[in-house]
Antibody, heavy 118, light 106 residues
Framework: EVQLVQSGAEVKKPGESLRISCKASGYRFTSHWIGWVRQMPGKGLEWMGIIYPGDSETRYSPSFQGQVTISADKSITTAYLQWSSLKASDTAMYYC???????????WGQGTLVTVSS | SYELTQPPSVSVSPGQTASITCSGDKLGDKYVCWYQQKPGQSPVLVIYQDSKRSSGIPERFSGSNSGNTATLTISGTQAMDEADYYCQAWDSSTGVFGAGTKVTVL
């Protein structure tokens, strides 16, 4: 059974760093892209970027290039999304999704709520 | 940057047909997928490659894509179909979502 289990909710202050995780199981981790999606409170979905764990090729959406870093550790089948300096505007729910052929998000994690407040 | 336009809301009576449109420049040249999201839940893939139903999705959901418009159709809409629906396509290796359509079953 394919599962993506994300790390728990985080409360941070502006300027702090953060890394959230997405633990994959039930399939060959290195053979599927994984993507990260942001959903700000009461708003829609936004693709942030994708990573291919097989070779760590990473592609960022223009709006998120330079703002976050996506990585993966294939030894523990886990993908990451990290910030070096959080802003209040980073407050959102973040989802990871496995991408099937054609970059279709067929399995999704449960989401990680990140709250950034002073 | 590429944009997808959806109506903010669609209302439908139980048992009737709901149609949700998604418009974008030459959208018919791209593959479109549709996600359903209920409050407090993660998105669920409903339709991919324009018209293929994801595993476990009822037959009342169907999709099409031609020209500049993709359409998600829910035939015989049920109360459980009340949710936000997002269309999505890829443009130059960048994923783009529509703003979402709230389907209300009255």
């Amino acid at each position: 059974e394919v599962q993506l289990v994300q790390s728990g909710a985080e409360v941070k202050k502006p300027g702090e760093s953060l890394r959230i995780s997405c633990k994959a199981s039930g399939y060959r981790f290195t053979s599927h892209w994984i993507g990260w999606v942001r959903q700000m409170p009461g708003k829609g979905l936004e693709w942030m970027g994708i990573i291919y764990p097989g070779d760590s090729e990473t592609r960022y959406s223009p709006s998120f290039q330079g703002q976050v870093t996506i990585s993966a550790d294939k030894s523990i089948t886990t993908a990451y999304l990290q910030w070096s300096s959080l802003k209040a505007s980073d407050t959102a729910m973040y989802y990871c999704a496995r991408l099937e052929t054609g970059y279709v998000g067929d399995y999704w994690g449960q989401g990680t709520l990140v709250t950034v407040s002073s | 940057s590429y944009e997808l336009t959806q109506p903010p809301s669609v209302s439908v009576s139980p048992g009737q047909t709901a149609s949700i449109t998604c418009s974008g420049d030459k959208l018919g040249d791209k593959y479109v997928c549709w996600y359903q999201q209920k409050p407090g839940q993660s998105p669920v893939l409903v339709i991919y490659q324009d018209s293929k139903r994801s595993s476990g999705i009822p037959e009342r959901f169907s999709g099409s894509n031609s020209g500049n418009t993709a359409t998600l159709t829910i035939s015989g809409t049920q109360a459980m179909d009340e949710a936000d629906y997002y269309c999505q396509a890829w443009d130059s290796s960048t994923g783009v979502f529509g703003a979402g359509t709230k389907v209300t079953v009255l």
